[in-house]
């Protein structure tokens, strides 16, 4: 067993009577004493406070740093405006997704968050593709902390009034309570807020003054999974992987038209002749929303099938559970594209058992971000 690793929140977690899991190396709260549904409702209703440290965080510096990271991605990089962010995804030559990303232009260099379960390889798949020409550095001292929420940018504005006159995407460094932090007003709840990337030794004081505020709950990795559910967002190795192409995972409106077919800079990217072909062709198959009948959660890898009774399995479940916005179970899962209408009935097995599921256009709850 190797040891896992604590984020610089984690005395704080078990202060506040986090229950401690393992999760991508790290001991992480999947829960505070509330419990998940409260912190999920007071997310949606007022502002929670996420510890994202888990996550990797990486500075790419050097001449034309955007051209040579669009060899990379099949997003828009070079036309990303200062200050802004935008989501990406690294690709195998397969078009198969190596994992999901954000990537913000900060002037000088490109700032990128990778996934925490992804963060060594995708480190070492951006050093052997863009060294030594580009330096790809870890930043290893920068916790990283999410507000999120109808009432996040009331509650950071107060520490920052900048901060109310970001847009959704906009990145910014702010100086909160004497730190300097690299914002961006992103998340993945489906709703306002801010990512913010504070210096270890400082992220406590923060985390503390933020949960101080009478709209801020602490909120653990439970709801941050019910919440990004509800808001129809790719969990990486559960709803996408190295086997999914963009397209058929439903994320072509990530890759800009100017890098597909007859854009200005098509392909040049890991995959581009499959991802394009299946953009040109149509998936066989395609990620959908879900909403099972009754009241039990249909989970990850409960097998779907077109009939009630008879038949092999079209597919299956990569993300479930409840939604408490919602008011009852919520999944993801690929099905036949010919299958995959809103309003199509399927039936999931559980316990031996058929049970129906209507496919449902996502997200479940509609996006709140500040445009």
Same mark, same amino acid.
């Given at each position: 067993?190797?040891?896992?690793?604590?984020?610089?929140?984690? *005395?704080?977690?078990?202060?506040?009577?986090?229950?401690? +899991?393992?999760?991508?190396?790290?001991?992480?709260? +999947?829960?505070?004493?509330?419990?998940?549904?409260?912190?999920?409702?007071?997310?949606?209703?007022?502002?929670?406070?996420?510890?994202?440290?888990?996550?990797?965080?990486?500075?790419?510096?050097?001449?034309?740093?955007?051209?040579?990271? *669009?060899?990379?991605?099949?997003?828009?990089?070079?036309?990303?405006?200062?200050?802004?962010?935008?989501?990406?995804?690294?690709?195998?030559?397969?078009?198969?997704?190596?994992?999901?990303?954000?990537?913000?232009?900060?002037?000088?260099?490109?700032?990128? +968050? +990778?996934?925490?379960?992804?963060?060594?390889?995708?480190?070492?798949?951006?050093?052997?593709?863009?060294?030594?020409?580009?330096?790809?550095?870890?930043?290893?001292?920068?916790?990283?902390?999410?507000?999120?929420?109808?009432?996040?940018?009331?509650?950071?504005?107060?520490?920052?009034?900048?901060?109310?006159?970001?847009?959704?995407?906009?990145?910014?460094?702010?100086?909160?309570?004497?730190?300097?932090?690299?914002?961006?007003?992103?998340?993945?709840?489906?709703?306002?807020?801010?990512?913010?990337?504070?210096?270890?030794?400082?992220?406590?004081?923060?985390?503390?003054?933020?949960?101080?505020?009478?709209?801020?709950?602490?909120?653990?990795?439970?709801?941050?999974?019910?919440?990004?559910? *509800?808001?129809?967002?790719?969990?990486?190795?559960?709803?996408?992987?190295?086997?999914?192409?963009?397209?058929?995972?439903?994320?072509?409106?990530?890759?800009?038209?100017?890098?597909?077919?007859?854009?200005?800079?098509?392909?040049? =990217?890991?995959?581009?002749?499959?991802?394009?072909?299946?953009?040109?062709?149509?998936?066989?198959?395609?990620?959908?929303?879900?909403?099972?009948?009754?009241?039990?959660?249909?989970?990850?890898?409960?097998?779907?099938?077109?009939?009630?009774?008879?038949?092999?399995?079209?597919?299956?479940?990569?993300?479930?559970?409840?939604?408490?916005?919602?008011?009852?179970?919520?999944?993801?899962?690929?099905?036949?594209?010919?299958?995959?209408?809103?309003?199509?009935?399927?039936?999931?097995?559980?316990?031996?058992?058929?049970?129906?599921?209507?496919?449902?256009?996502?997200? =479940?709850?509609?996006?709140?971000?500040?445009?």
């Amino acid at each position: 067993m190797t040891e896992l690793s604590k984020t610089p929140l984690y *005395e704080l977690h078990v202060e506040l009577g986090g229950k401690m +899991v393992p999760f991508a190396g790290y001991e992480m709260p +999947v829960q505070f004493p509330a419990g998940i549904m409260t912190e999920h409702n007071h997310t949606r209703a007022k502002a929670g406070l996420f510890d994202v440290s888990h996550m990797g965080q990486v500075i790419l510096r050097g001449p034309d740093v955007a051209s040579a990271f *669009e060899t990379l991605v099949p997003m828009d990089v070079a036309g990303l405006g200062e200050g802004r962010q935008r989501y990406g995804l690294f690709l195998n030559d397969q078009g198969g997704i190596l994992d999901d990303l954000m990537f913000a232009n900060r002037g000088d260099h490109l700032f990128v +968050v +990778v996934n925490a379960a992804c963060k060594e390889a995708d480190t070492a798949h951006m050093k052997a593709a863009l060294e030594p020409a580009i330096s790809v550095t870890p930043v290893t001292n920068r916790a990283l902390l999410a507000l999120q929420g109808p009432g996040a940018e009331a509650v950071l504005a107060g520490l920052a009034p900048e901060a109310a006159q970001m847009r959704f995407m906009d990145v910014r460094t702010l100086e909160l309570q004497g730190a300097e932090c690299w914002v961006s007003r992103s998340g993945y709840t489906g709703e306002d807020g801010y990512e913010i990337s504070v210096p270890s030794d400082q992220a406590e004081a923060l985390a503390r003054t933020l949960l101080a505020h009478d709209d801020v709950m602490p909120i653990g990795l439970g709801a941050r999974d019910s919440l990004r559910l *509800e808001a129809g967002l790719c969990l990486y190795g559960h709803d996408i992987d190295a086997a999914t192409l963009p397209a058929e995972a439903g994320l072509t409106w990530a890759i800009q038209k100017l890098r597909r077919t007859g854009g200005a800079r098509e392909g040049g =990217f890991p995959g581009a002749e499959p991802v394009l072909a299946q953009i040109a062709q149509g998936p066989a198959r395609l990620r959908v929303g879900l909403r099972p009948e009754g009241r039990a959660p249909m989970r990850e890898g409960v097998e779907l099938f077109a009939e009630a009774e008879g038949g092999a399995p079209i597919g299956r479940i990569t993300s479930g559970g409840f939604g408490p916005t919602v008011g009852g179970p919520v999944a993801m899962g690929y099905v036949p594209a010919d299958l995959a209408a809103p309003g199509t009935t399927v039936y999931g097995e559980l316990r031996g058992k058929r049970l129906p599921a209507t496919l449902t256009k996502l997200p =479940f709850v509609a996006a709140n971000f500040k445009r």
